[in-house]
């Protein structure tokens, strides 16, 4: 290994064994997406770049340790690093959030995290009976808002103000993004008066990549992973209709294909009443009405295609997110409001 | 894009349409793109991991990074990853149209530390000890200059001896072999291994369903690579290479988003965490049989 590698691994190392435990060619790069030091084109800008990461293989070849390795200019890295490292203060979250330390040089950074093993949630959930489905989502969602309130007390810093955010005015950029890529105008004034009509929402730090693939199942608890762009979004129930909309994908893959979440969500659709339902006990337990939440999931979808249209990633990969918004446009046709449309269907939360 | 997985099955004409291309004063990327048959090389992809390509250094262990030699260098992308680690790159290649845009490249990247020179890997027109690192990629995937015979067995010994002669103590060469794209044997497997291998593969030539047979035949030679991952080490020792470590890149060295460890249990640690990861490969990484697993072997070798 790289002698300038070692050196921050041994600078970030939790348990002060590495070197003794890690063999020589006990490495393993996974997602190796990007180069480091990274490519500089004839501009001078440098790539997107999300650099490799590692797993420690300890003696035995078991995996000890993970590694994130980015260039220095990633701030996603440094911001991850420091919260997972304020979240191992929390005795109550040792057990959800890997152990976590950081080092960097003038050329690298990396973040050194204990190997959380366990079985992803993505492996088990398309298996899983209704009762148990429900049972799960309702767990993993209240680890989440139990780490996000904890952030909150451990990063007040994270909390851009304590003042509640306006949905339609937090929405504004994303619109102006989505009619540049050539969303219809009608289409985004619905959603704009839509948005106007929830109000506001007090500020909630989201985890903002809450998805199956970030959870895994170890030893009787939940464990969330992937806190790279935490707290940067706001807006509560954000991580909640992002979580159910991937749930129901992967539990559904034929029918995610043919329709869009929002329309499914409205719709006499199996599980819809439940996603609904998920949606609005969540929304109740962040103290949230109903309209509020309908205004959260509008914003959610506009937010989301917006944020993939800004990182430049190819048209197919955010026209899906598109139709998504146009469906919730749809739902707004005559007047009507969000909330009736995807809510009013709903059975009472249990 | 690569020398192993797109230009070794590139026409001498091609060669020559590229270099013309960048004569003309095209673009490097572009004239790539005008040569390439998009539809074969998915240049979309290729484009936005070829960099990290160079990500292999960080597993070297090296006492200088001063020097660094590509033998077989293409069209140039390995060489641009050595070139941000090292002081100071040489590129080699064979083939004067490739070398013709190589130098085109660095010149229009203006990558100061490159330098190109035409000649064959089996004769590297260096004196003794002169690198800290050399890389052979895409080794046996085309024909190597200066050997009599495009045979692989015959290419192995005579390139890596001079890859040894030119790397100081204590520096380190890099093979990497795609054995998913040679049609045939890479190497010689043993005589057991391949008269077992004849024995099945006659056996299913027995059934009557085509497609069925094609894709049995190609499951069978896919044994021939446990000959891969114990000949080379055996040959990289041989040439004079103290230390050899071996690694498995997947999916492929264009897209070369995993590198495993050759070992058992770090191949059943890797496959633990894939998602699509089936029962049959487990079982095969937990016989010991992991090289028929990966089409892209790679080999770190210290003098």
Same mark, same amino acid.
């Given at each position: ?6 050196e921050?691994?041994?600078?970030? +190392?939790?348990?002060? +064994?590495?070197t003794r ?16 030091p990274?490519?500089?084109r004839? @501009? ?15 003696r035995? #070849? ?8 980015r260039?220095?200019? +990633?701030a ?13 203060? #929390? ?12 080092? *960097? ?8 995290s204990e190997?959380?093993p366990g079985r ?6 398309p ?6 489905w ?5 767990q993993?969602l ?15 810093g ?28 009608d ?5 704009? *008066? ?11 730090l989201?985890h ?12 009787? @608890? ?12 706001q807006?509560?129930?954000y991580?909640?209709?992002?979580f159910?909309?991937n749930?129901? @994908? ?16 409205? @719709? #006499?659709?199996? #599980? ?12 109740r ?6 309209a509020?939440?309908?205004?959260v ?17 190819p ?9 998504e918004? *146009?469906?919730?446009? +749809?739902l ?19 | %894009?690569?020398?192993?997985g797109? %230009?070794s099955?590139?026409s001498?004409e091609a ?8 004569r ?6 572009q004239?790539?793109?005008?040569v ?6 998915g240049?979309?992809?290729? /484009?936005r ?9 960080w ?10 030699l ?14 941000? /680690?090292?002081?100071?790159? /040489?590129y ?6 490739l ?21 064959g890997?089996s ?6 000890a ?5 890389v ?13 015979t495009?045979d ?20 380190c ?7 998913g794209?040679?049609?045939e ?5 043993g005589?057991?291994?391949s008269? !077992?291998?004849r %024995?099945?593969v ?6 009557? !369903? ?6 049995a ?14 000949a080379v080490?055996?040959?990289l020792?041989?040439?004079g290479?103290?230390?050899v470590?071996a ?17 058992r249990r ?5 496959e633990? !965490? ?5 029962g049959?490969r487990?079982? !095969?990484?937990?016989?010991?049989? /992991? ?9 770190l070798a210290?003098?």
């Amino acid at each position: 290994m790289k002698r300038k590698l070692r050196e921050l691994l041994v600078a970030a +190392d939790l348990d002060g +064994d590495l070197t003794r435990e890690i063999r020589d060619d006990g490495f393993l790069i996974l997602e190796n997406y990007g180069a480091i030091p990274p490519a500089v084109r004839r @501009s001078g800008y440098y790539v997107w770049n999300r650099g490799f990461n590692v797993l420690l293989l300890g003696r035995d #070849d078991t995996p000890r340790y993970f590694c994130k390795c980015r260039p220095i200019a +990633d701030a996603n890295l440094e911001r991850e690093t420091s919260v997972l490292h304020a979240l191992n203060h #929390d005795p109550e979250l040792r057990s959800v959030v890997p152990r976590t330390r950081g080092a *960097r040089d003038g050329e690298v950074q990396l973040q050194l995290s204990e190997f959380m093993p366990g079985r992803p949630y993505e492996y088990t959930l398309p298996g899983m009976t209704e009762r148990a489905w429900v049972e799960s989502m309702a767990q993993i969602l209240g680890v989440a808002r139990t780490v996000s309130t904890r952030a909150a007390h451990l990063l007040p810093g994270l909390l851009t103000e304590p003042a509640p955010v306006v949905l339609r005015v937090a929405a504004a950029d994303a619109l102006t993004e989505l009619g540049a890529a050539g969303v219809a105008e009608d289409v985004l004034q619905r959603l704009d *008066r839509g948005l106007a009509r929830a109000g506001s929402v007090p500020p909630v730090l989201q985890h903002g990549d809450l998805w199956p693939a970030n959870v895994l199942w170890h030893e009787g @608890s939940w464990r969330l992973l992937d806190f790279e762009i935490f707290g940067i979004v706001q807006i509560p129930l954000y991580d909640v209709c992002h979580f159910v909309r991937n749930c129901w @994908s992967l539990r559904e893959p034929h029918a995610a294909a043919a329709a869009t979440w929002v329309a499914r969500l409205a @719709s #006499d659709a199996r #599980d819809a009443d439940l996603c609904r339902r998920a949606i609005l006990r969540e929304a109740r337990n962040l103290g949230l009405e109903p309209a509020q939440a309908a205004g959260v999931l509008a914003y959610y979808v506009v937010d989301l295609t917006a944020q993939l249209i800004r990182r430049g990633t190819p048209r197919v990969a955010w026209d899906p997110l598109v139709r998504e918004v *146009r469906a919730a446009a +749809d739902l707004l046709h005559g007047g009507a409001t969000l909330h009736d449309a995807v809510f009013g269907r709903a059975s009472v939360p249990a | %894009m690569d020398a192993a997985g797109v %230009m070794s099955s590139w026409s001498d004409e091609a060669l020559a349409q590229l270099a013309a291309t960048v004569r003309r004063g095209t673009p490097w990327r572009q004239a790539l793109l005008e040569v390439a048959q998009p539809s074969r090389s998915g240049e979309g992809t290729e /484009h936005r991991t070829e960099d990290a390509r160079g990500n292999w250094l960080w597993l070297v262990d090296l006492e200088r990074w001063e020097c660094a030699l590509d033998v077989q260098g293409g069209i140039g992308t390995t060489t641009a990853a050595l070139s941000r /680690h090292f002081a100071s790159v /040489h590129y080699l290649d064979a083939a004067r149209p490739l070398v013709e845009f190589a130098r085109a490249r660095f010149r229009e990247d203006r990558s100061a530390n490159v330098a190109c020179a035409q000649a064959g890997a089996s004769a590297l027109p260096y004196g003794p000890a002169t690198f800290d690192c050399v890389v052979w990629d895409g080794a046996l995937g085309r024909r190597v200059a200066g050997v009599a015979t495009a045979d692989p067995p015959a290419a192995l010994p005579a390139v890596l001896a001079e890859c040894r002669r030119v790397l100081r103590p204590g520096g380190c060469l890099y093979v990497g072999i795609a054995t998913g794209a040679a049609p045939e044997r890479v190497l010689g497997a043993g005589l057991i291994l391949s008269a !077992l291998i004849r %024995m099945v593969v006659g056996l299913i030539r027995v059934v009557p !369903l085509w497609a069925w047979r094609r894709r049995a035949t190609r499951r069978v030679r896919r044994f021939e690579r446990l000959a891969v991952a114990r000949a080379v080490p055996r040959q990289l020792r041989a040439a004079g290479f103290t230390r050899v470590q071996a690694y498995y890149i997947d999916p492929s060295f264009q897209q070369p988003w995993n590198i495993i460890p050759a070992r058992r249990r770090a191949v059943l640690a890797y496959e633990g !965490l894939q998602i699509t990861s089936a029962g049959p490969r487990r079982w !095969l990484a937990w016989l010991s049989l /992991h090289p028929v697993l990966f089409d892209c072997h790679v080999f770190l070798a210290y003098a």
